[in-house]
């Protein structure tokens, strides 16, 4: 065979595609008792959007993308996330005009060029929601609770929720520069990459994978412990409304956004049952934006969740997926008669919303009855000359081995009497 996928890509085949309807129709169901409408956006979009929104100074922009020169030498980029996007078309169309807060949420593939390993996909797969146009904590708990109210939904046994502050454009510039110094007085210790960004990007020195800048930076000042006023009631008014939520989490000050319009909330959901790549979503507050793309101030918040991830950890805890059904019925053709029989029938049972299936290689009845087996057929039946001249044939419910005769011009009636039983 000449053609494979491209490495960190993957298909999607039965039965696992039925793994992925089912995850997203229960995630769906989700967003819809939250009240977030579906928003779906381009696969590619202007490169310069992605570097504004999401930082030139981020792994993402700085290495990952997938960017490319169309023919009109315009550079486009493969979407690597989704809350850039999002607000690019909030701003586009107006959408805050019509109401004060716009819920939005998506399910869409994304792309990095990373390192391909367990759990990390060049092609990978996103839910995420988006909350745009209020400050207020109680949004932020909104869509905590959203995130975590999918897992527990799915009844993930251990997600570890943990937030914290990342103050504001008033309280960060002070903080930054406490750590900086902190930092200066363990530089050498430090990784090449921490080092590197302790001019760039110091907060993400704290959230670093490498235990030995953890070790150094243990006792670093937390932003958590410097914020301003408003910034220190907004957090305490979060934990408030995730307790009223009866939401579990827990305050980690090491989780940051390293970026400058990343404002407040920052929160993490991981899970002990992924391994080293143990983060399900992450997500917070951005309320700087806005403004960053061009647009008028527009707070917002939101998360962004792996499905891959989901999935490791549904398949990882057992979880019970449900079977991809067979047809309801399998009609064998026993003859020529049979067969022209089948497919009328198998057409109008179709229509008349009852999956059916036939044979299509001229099998003898033993194989068409062993295929009927195969594809875990609720009901077969043998249809032939002799039924035909009858108008009756006998109806065999596969699993238990019962069977009913029913009347051949009212197939779809007696099928449907004898798929209602329990
Ligand atoms: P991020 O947009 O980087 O904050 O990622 C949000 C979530 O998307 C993560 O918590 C993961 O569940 C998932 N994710 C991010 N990158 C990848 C990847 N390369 N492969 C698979 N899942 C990913």
Request: glycine fraction near 6%; proline fraction near 4%; hydrophobic fraction near 40%.
């Given at each position: 065979m000449k053609f494979k996928s491209i490495k960190g890509t993957r298909d999607i085949l039965p039965p696992e595609s039925r793994q992925w309807q089912y995850a997203e129709q229960i995630i769906r169901s989700r967003m819809a008792l939250f009240n977030y409408r579906e928003i779906r956006t381009p696969v590619f979009e202007e490169t310069a959007l992605f570097a504004r929104g999401i930082g030139e100074l981020t792994d993402i922009v700085s290495k990952e993308m997938y960017t490319f020169t169309d023919r009109s030498d315009t550079s486009l980029t493969l979407k690597p996330e989704m809350t850039a996007s999002v607000i690019r078309a909030y701003l586009q169309h107006n959408l805050g005009e019509q109401q004060p807060l716009t819920r939005l949420f998506y399910i869409a593939p994304m792309?990095?060029?990373?390192?391909?390993?367990?759990?990390?996909?060049?092609?990978?797969?996103?839910?995420?929601?988006?909350?745009?146009?209020?400050?207020?904590?109680?949004?932020?708990?909104?869509?905590?609770?959203?995130?975590?109210?999918?897992?527990?939904?799915?009844?993930?046994?251990?997600?570890?929720?943990?937030?914290?502050?990342?103050?504001?454009?008033?309280?960060?510039?002070?903080?930054?520069?406490?750590?900086?110094?902190?930092?200066?007085?363990v530089r050498d210790g430090l990784s090449p990459e921490s080092q590197r960004r302790i001019e760039l990007n110091p907060?993400?020195?704290?959230?670093?994978?490498?235990?030995?800048?953890?070790?150094?930076?243990?006792?670093?000042?937390?932003?958590?412990?410097?914020?301003?006023?408003?910034?220190?009631?907004?957090?305490?008014e979060l934990q408030e409304s995730l307790a009223l939520a009866q939401v579990p989490f827990l305050v980690d000050g090491r989780i940051v956004r390293g970026l400058d319009y990343y404002t407040r909330t920052a929160f993490e959901i991981t899970s002990s049952d992924l391994g080293s790549q143990d983060a399900l979503a992450g997500g917070g507050r951005y309320d700087?934006?806005?403004?960053?793309?061009?647009?008028?101030?527009?707070?917002?918040?939101?998360?962004?969740?792996?499905?891959?991830?989901?999935?490791?950890?549904?398949?990882?805890?057992?979880?019970?997926?449900?079977?991809?059904?067979?047809?309801?019925?399998?009609?064998?053709?026993?003859?020529?008669?049979?067969?022209?029989?089948?497919?009328?029938?198998?057409?109008?049972?179709?229509?008349?919303?009852?999956?059916?299936?036939?044979?299509?290689?001229?099998?003898?009845?033993?194989?068409?009855?062993?295929?009927?087996?195969?594809?875990?057929?609720?009901?077969?039946?043998?249809?032939g000359a002799t039924e035909i001249a009858d108008n009756r044939c006998t109806l065999k419910v596969m699993k238990t081995g019962e069977t009913r005769q029913t009347a051949l011009d009212s197939l779809a009636g007696g099928l449907k009497l004898i798929l209602s039983r329990p």
């Open positions: 792309f990095r060029q990373e390192r391909p390993q367990a759990g990390r996909l060049r092609q990978f797969h996103q839910f995420g929601a988006e909350a745009i146009g209020g400050r207020s904590a109680a949004i932020d708990a909104d869509v905590i609770a959203l995130a975590t109210e999918i897992y527990r939904s799915f009844g993930i046994l251990n997600p570890a929720l943990r937030i914290n502050s990342v103050g504001c454009h008033l309280c960060r510039p002070a903080y930054k520069k406490l750590l900086r110094e902190f930092l200066e007085q907060l993400r020195i704290l959230d670093s994978k490498d235990d030995n800048d953890n070790r150094l930076t243990a006792s670093a000042p937390l932003i958590k412990d410097h914020l301003c006023t408003e910034c220190r009631e907004h957090f305490a700087l934006l806005a403004e960053e793309l061009g647009g008028k101030p527009t707070p917002a918040v939101g998360f962004a969740a792996g499905i891959e991830r989901l999935l490791m950890v549904l398949n990882q805890q057992k979880h019970d997926f449900p079977e991809e059904p067979g047809p309801s019925v399998f009609i064998a053709c026993a003859d020529a008669d049979g067969r022209r029989f089948a497919a009328r029938a198998v057409m109008e049972l179709r229509r008349s919303g009852i999956s059916a299936e036939t044979d299509y290689f001229s099998r003898s009845l033993k194989a068409q009855m062993r295929e009927a087996d195969r594809q875990q057929a609720v009901v077969a039946t043998v249809i």
